[in-house]
Nanobody
Framework: QVRLVESGGGLVQAGGSLTLSCTAS????????MGWFRQAPGKEREFVSA????????CYTDSEKGRFAISGDNVENTVYLQMNSLKPEDTAVYYC?????????????????WGQGTQVTVSS
């Protein structure tokens, strides 16, 4: 059974940093891509970043480019999201997801497995 567990969320002041982690278990993830999404209250879940363990694909949305960095360890089946210069509008529940096609997709429907999420709150 595939399981994704996120950690690292919390409360931080604007301008601060957090690093989220997502550890996957239940199968070999070398050919997968891993994505980070977030969902703020009253809003739809939106893409943040994704990477492919095998192909080195990484992508970000324009608002996160330069502030966020995704990385991964395919031995530990863990993906990280380093978030710097955080803004109050980054406040959301952050979700990790796995796509067995490994394409680094940006759409939620492309992902097969999801974690439970970790709360990130940025105070002004």
């Amino acid at each position: 059974q595939v399981r994704l567990v996120e950690s690292g969320g919390g409360l931080v002041q604007a301008g601060g940093s957090l690093t989220l982690s997502c550890t996957a278990s239940g199968r070999t993830f070398g050919s997968y891509s891993m994505g980070w999404f977030r969902q703020a209250p009253g809003k739809e879940r939106e893409f943040v970043s994704a990477m492919s363990f095998s192909g080195g694909i990484t992508c970000y949305t324009d608002s996160e480019k330069g502030r966020f960095a995704i990385s991964g360890d395919n031995v530990e089946n863990t993906v990280y999201l380093q978030m710097n210069s955080l803004k109050p509008e980054d406040t959301a529940v952050y979700y990790c997801a796995a796509d067995q096609r490994g394409t680094g997709a940006t759409e939620t429907e492309e992902y097969d497995f999801w974690g439970q999420g970790t709360q990130v709150t940025v105070s002004s």
